[in-house]
């Protein structure tokens, strides 16, 4: 079955730096695009990146334009999210997704159980 696993999370002050790990098992995992779903409190889940299946293409929502990357290993079946210059804002739990294609769409079918991120001083 499928499985995807985050870790990673935790509580940094604003202006710092987190690396996020998904470790995919169970399915053809560079078959599909993936990416970083993330929730605050009260709000609605936001795309945040994507990347597709090759690796080739890569989406991020604008507030986190320049601060976040994206990239998968599809030997090791891992999507890491480099976070720097964190912002409050940023807060919220983190999810690892799939996508139902090799590219990016938005459309997320499979989903890890999230890693807290807590952007305070």
């Known amino acids: 079955q499928v499985q995807l696993v985050e870790s990673g999370g935790g509580l940094v002050q604003p202006g710092g730096y987190l690396r996020l790990s998904c470790e995919a098992a169970g399915f053809t995992f560079d078959f599909f695009a993936a990416g970083w779903v993330r929730q605050a409190p009260g709000k609605e889940r936001e795309g945040v990146v994507c990347i597709s299946s090759s690796g080739g293409h890569t989406y991020s929502t604008n507030s986190v334009k320049g601060r976040f990357t994206i990239s998968r290993d599809n030997y090791e079946n891992t999507v890491p999210l480099e976070m720097s210059n964190l912002k409050p804002e940023d807060s919220g739990i983190y999810y690892c997704?799939?996508?139902?294609?090799?590219?990016?769409?938005?459309?997320?079918?499979?989903w890890g159980q999230g890693t807290q991120v807590t952007v305070s001083s």
């Open positions: 997704a799939t996508e139902p294609t090799d590219s990016c769409s938005g459309e997320n079918d499979y």
